[in-house]
């Protein structure tokens, strides 16, 4: 089939940059500026064009198949072949590291869920790594994997970012855009936009929580830890457990995220704020998945992502997600069963009520019946 044009979806929110190239050192700013100019040449290019994604064309495989380019400082795509699926390890750290998270990414889909690569129907995993030279960002394109090398060639105390591919779940948000784009297709703008970024934030965690083995009260639930160079005062670039509190720098400033609807902001940047806004679902994942306990791909993440591949459309917001997984959840584990008031008190939890009208195709009657009433 063939989507509507695809808006190039990158790990950093706008706001980061525009703040570097405002209050950083002169080789801080120029890199900076010639990021964002470079991304928005290829959100241009990508809007430009319709996205294939008819799994029949070349990159439809059976079962895990990675493989991992590199462009070589280059801008062309994807670039030389350095790892394929089964071969060992290349040496190189973004390669491997590519490698190993697109390996990860398709673990927890395939063993938990069920799914069979992005599409659900084996899709390559195609990475491109050393993307550009002083590139600091990574994006999912549509069909594939980007990844720029961050500051790793300046000087210690020149760096804000290492390399894009350190963080496991940043590549499991990336790709988890891929698997957005092969069901709901939400709209990269505003509320839509902002569920957009939280289920790749949902799914990035949980990525990184079921490679280590982590429950979800052991989980730091921080994205892009590991990200941000020893001069950054901050954890990483979002909290889903505490919006707003990854970082506090003086060059990039004060994470923006809100944790509630009290707080949303309205702002025409970052397309509505879909890197901002996210806070409020992300949080409200975070709270389900904590009131649940155990692990959060088992329950919660269940429910996230049935909702996203069956019931959530193009331009739902954050009330139909708060009543789509409160639903789903109830179909899932029973009408007011401990998982689907978990759901209710997540969403509460950021200020949305659900409403908990569970089946609303049945007739009243029907209903009463089927809730024991």
Request: aromatic share 10%.
């Amino acid at each position: 089939m063939v989507s509507r044009p695809f808006d190039l979806q990158c790990i950093l929110p706008p706001h980061l940059q525009k703040n570097i190239a405002q209050f950083g050192t002169e080789t801080q700013r120029l890199r900076a500026q010639q990021t964002g100019q470079i991304t928005d040449q290829m959100r241009e290019a990508r809007q430009a064009m319709d996205v294939i994604t008819d799994t029949s064309l070349p990159g439809a495989a059976t079962g895990k198949q990675r493989i991992v380019y590199s462009a070589d400082d280059s801008f062309q795509l994807p670039g030389q072949v350095i790892r394929r699926e089964g071969a060992p390890l290349t040496g190189d750290a973004a390669a491997d590291e590519a490698y190993v998270g697109a390996g990860a990414t398709y673990d927890l889909y395939w063993e938990i869920y069920k799914r069979n690569s992005l599409d659900g129907k084996g899709l390559r995993l195609v990475s491109s790594v050393h993307y550009g030279k002083n590139y600091e960002n990574a994006f999912w394109n549509g069909q594939q994997m980007v990844y720029g090398d961050g500051d790793e060639e300046l000087p210690l105390d020149q760096r804000i970012f290492n390399r894009f591919t350190i963080a496991i779940d940043v590549i499991g948000h990336e790709l988890t855009h891929g698997v957005t784009q092969y069901t709901a297709n939400l709209e990269y703008t505003n509320q839509p936009g902002a569920l957009n970024e939280s289920f790749s934030d949902v799914f990035g965690s949980l990525v990184k929580q079921y490679r280590l083995g982590q429950p979800a009260r052991d989980a730091d639930w921080i994205i892009g830890k590991g990200l941000f160079s020893s001069n950054v005062k901050g954890l990483g670039i979002r909290s889903m457990k505490e919006p707003g509190t990854a970082y506090d720098d003086p060059l990039l400033g004060k994470d923006p995220q809100p944790a509630s609807m009290q707080d949303y902001v309205n702002t025409p940047m970052d397309s509505g704020g879909v890197h901002i806004n996210s806070g409020i679902p992300n949080h409200a994942f975070y709270l389900t998945a904590i009131e649940m306990g155990g692990d959060a791909w088992v329950k919660a993440g269940k429910i996230w992502y049935v909702t996203l591949r069956d019931k959530i459309k193009p331009n739902s917001n954050f009330q139909d997600a708060a009543n789509l997984t409160y639903t789903t959840a109830g179909e899932l584990f029973g009408l007011n069963s401990l998982e689907q008031q978990a759901v209710g008190k997540g969403w509460a939890g950021v200020g949305i009520n659900v409403n908990r009208v569970e089946n609303p195709g049945c007739l009243p009657g029907l209903q009463k019946i089927l809730m024991g009433r």
